[in-house]
């Protein structure tokens, strides 16, 4: 088991603090949410441990090493992220968008092996893609592009994967399809899985541990299946004080308190 213990000491953008005093310590295996309002700061840890717009004080230590002092390159071996925008001009098919994964592993001018594409055309098969491979990305749909990207994000390898908001533009089928190969893949490659999500609901089903942020700071740690109904409502009320939940068949449910 590795544990990527995360110490933000401020982060943000030129020269606004977004986040502060950030602690967590996240676990191989399982999957660690991100749980808050807009604007809470969610996004801007995600930037500042990949170093892109955002900068960060702090640390990021994966076995005793500081993946935050890593070149770009060696940090996207160890690191891969799945962003909630990416902007991919026309042109390109869903095979290279996917064969991209690879590049972090590569030397400069180095193509992809005919080893690299047959594991890339295996994933595009479970994960129900390999008829779309042809196909220029941009006309695919959201869920297509979605399961496309994390193609390309699982073909990185990083023992530490960021996904940030991936579900916000997915239906309901392509939402928990994604969930569910994520998940299994977390647990069954050992990966230190990380999550931003605005759905309690969705969190509080498939995660273990979830960290409650608001105005850039962390409000709670939730573990849902560790602790009771009424501790864990008390903690999402300090974000969202109209929130209640209700148990049924072992599950918690949010709902809004009018």
Known sequence: ?????????????????ILEDIRMDCVSGKI?????PNG????????????????????????????????????????ALLAQENVILPGYRALDILLSGFYPHLDLFMPVSDAMKKKAEHLAE????????????????AGQKQMVLLGRTLLQDAEIILMDEFDNTLDFEHKHEMMRYFSNVVAKQEKIGI????????????????YLMYQGKLSAKIEPLKEER??????????????????????YYPIYEI
């Not at 088991?1 to 603090?17: A, D, F, L």
């Not at 660690?32 to 808050?36: D, F, P, S």
């Not at 994960?127 to 749909?141: A, E, P, R, V, W």
């Not at 309690?200 to 979830?210: D, R, W, Y």
């Open 32 to 36: 660690t949410a991100l749980l808050g």
């Open 195 to 210: 999550m931003i999500s605005h759905d309690a609901s969705f969190v509080l089903a498939n995660c273990e541990c979830i």
């Open 230 to 251: 009424e501790a864990i409502e008390n903690k999402l009320r300090r974000v969202y004080p109209h929130m209640r939940l209700i148990e049924a068949e072992k599950q």
């Open 40 to 79: 809470s700061g969610k996004s801007t840890l995600f930037k500042s441990l990949m170093k892109n717009e955002a900068w960060g004080q702090g640390s990021c230590l994966l076995d005793d090493e500081d993946l935050l002092l890593l070149s770009p390159k060696k940090r996207a071996r160890k690191i």
């Open 1 to 17: 088991m590795s544990v990527c213990q995360i110490r933000i000491e401020k982060s943000g953008y030129e020269s606004k603090v």
């Open 126 to 141: 479970e994960l129900g893609i390999k008829g779309l491979l042809d196909m220029d990305f941009t006309h695919l749909s």
